[in-house]
């Protein structure tokens, strides 16, 4: 049974929201992170404004899961993270 639209952003939120709270992550957290946002840019049902969101989301996840220094990166994203749950919540 495939997840929900609803069920991806949660996840997606989730994970962002632990980033920000923890000030860590894991490779494997980036790189579901990557899929959800793919998955989630796929279906035109989802809000036009959420996709330069995802976009940003994408890019983080990405650099995320390819540097040495990954709690560095997810400190140096505080504020982002913030917005990106900020706006992702507008769209559940």
Known sequence: M?????????????????????????????????????????????????????EEIYYYSQHGAQTSQLDNHIEAHQAELSQWITEMNQFL
């Open 2 to 54: 495939p997840i929900s639209q609803q069920d991806k952003l949660t996840l997606l939120i989730d994970i962002l929201n632990n980033h920000q709270m923890d000030c860590c992550g894991s490779v494997s957290e980036c790189e579901q992170l990557k899929r959800l946002v793919k998955s989630l840019m796929a279906h035109r049902e989802l809000n036009h404004h959420a996709q330069p969101v995802l």
